[in-house]
C-alpha cells in the first residue's frame, strides 16, 4: 500500500507561485508514474501533470504548459509541482497520484494510489 502526503499548499495572489510536494511511501516509488490532478468546487477533477517513472517523460494539460512544471526526486520519494503565474482559475484541491507501472497517463482511473489533496487558492 503506496500512502501519499500533499503539501505547499496555501492562498496566493494572481502572478504568484507554489510549490506542490507529494511524499511517497510504503512502495516501489521509483516504478510508478504519478500524476497531479485538480478539483475546484462544483467541477469534476481534472487532469493537470504526470510524469514517468525516470522522470524524462511528462505531460501537462494545455492550460499550464509553460506555467506548471512536473518533477520528480526518486531518491527522497518525493513529487513536485512548480506552480508560477497563478491564476484564479488554478483555484482548486490538487491531489497527487501513483500506482501507475507503464506509459504515463492523464486518465484518473489508471491511477492506484491517491493523496488526501491540498488547498490552493489564487485571488485576483
Known amino acids: 500500500q503506496v500512502h501519499l502526503v500533499e503539501s505547499g499548499g496555501g492562498s496566493v495572489q494572481a502572478g504568484g507561485s507554489l510549490r506542490l510536494s507529494c511524499a511517497a511511501s510504503?512502495?516501489?516509488?521509483?516504478?510508478?508514474?504519478f500524476g497531479w490532478f485538480r478539483q475546484a468546487p462544483g467541477k469534476e477533477r481534472e487532469f493537470v501533470a504526470t510524469?514517468?517513472?525516470?522522470?524524462?517523460?511528462?505531460y501537462n494539460r494545455g492550460s499550464v504548459t509553460g506555467r506548471f512544471t512536473i518533477s520528480r526526486d526518486n531518491d527522497h520519494h518525493t513529487v513536485y509541482l512548480q506552480m508560477n503565474s497563478l491564476k484564479p482559475e488554478d483555484t482548486a484541491v490538487y491531489f497527487c497520484?501513483?500506482?501507475?507501472?507503464?506509459?504515463?497517463?492523464?486518465?484518473?482511473?489508471?491511477?492506484?494510489?491517491w493523496g488526501q489533496g491540498t488547498q490552493v487558492t489564487v485571488s485576483s
Open positions: 497520484a501513483a500506482g501507475v507501472i507503464g506509459p504515463i497517463t492523464t486518465t484518473p482511473g489508471e491511477y492506484l494510489y
Open positions: 510504503g512502495g516501489p516509488f521509483s516504478d510508478y508514474v
Open positions: 510524469i514517468s517513472w525516470e522522470g524524462t517523460a511528462t
